[in-house]
């Protein structure tokens, strides 16, 4: 069963609608919208079915694109990562080895996209998310490269 995805407003407000019988109800999200998981919710028609919370600002691609990271300033070499997804404020990288990284690390990341014409990206981020295999990095500088704004245009 797929999850249906929820955009609440700024003051985390969101409305659910049952794809069932259509009944609408209003509730606070604020404390689902830092859950990442879907969220099952039954209907007064007796009906379930899940909803997840979706805070982003952009739309976020999801991808897999090959790369490299590299810890800014550091005379080590870079490790090969995959491109999760993109959006126009950050990224999500997996590993395939241990990577190190924390929080508040400034790394440089190079890859190219699967467009048409193979548009090389090279950016600095801040490690705002880590686990395991996969770090979730904001972009340093707002302007991102015109080949990544045209490559997230629906």
Not at 19 to 26: A, V
Not at 83 to 88: G, I, P, T
Not at 100 to 110: A, F
Not at 119 to 133: C, N
Request: charged share 25%.
């Amino acid at each position: 069963m797929d999850a249906i995805k929820i955009y609440p407003n700024p003051e985390n407000w969101a409305t659910i609608i049952c794809p069932n019988c259509g009944k609408e109800k209003s509730i606070d999200a604020s404390k689902f919208v830092e859950q990442f998981k879907p969220v099952k919710v039954k209907c007064s028609c007796a009906h379930s079915f899940l909803v997840s919370f979706e805070k982003r600002k952009f739309y976020r691609k999801v991808v897999k694109i090959p790369g490299t990271c590299k810890k800014a300033l550091s005379q080590g070499s870079s490790q090969q990562i995959f491109v999760e997804d993109v959006s126009r404020m950050g990224l999500g990288i997996s590993f395939t080895s241990p990577h190190g990284l924390q929080p508040g690390d400034i790394v440089k990341i190079e890859f190219s996209l699967d467009d048409a014409n193979q548009s090389p990206v090279t950016l600095s981020a801040a490690v705002k998310r880590v686990t395991e295999s996969w770090v979730g990095v904001e972009y340093c500088d707002p302007n991102i490269p015109k080949s990544l704004a045209f490559y997230l245009m629906p």
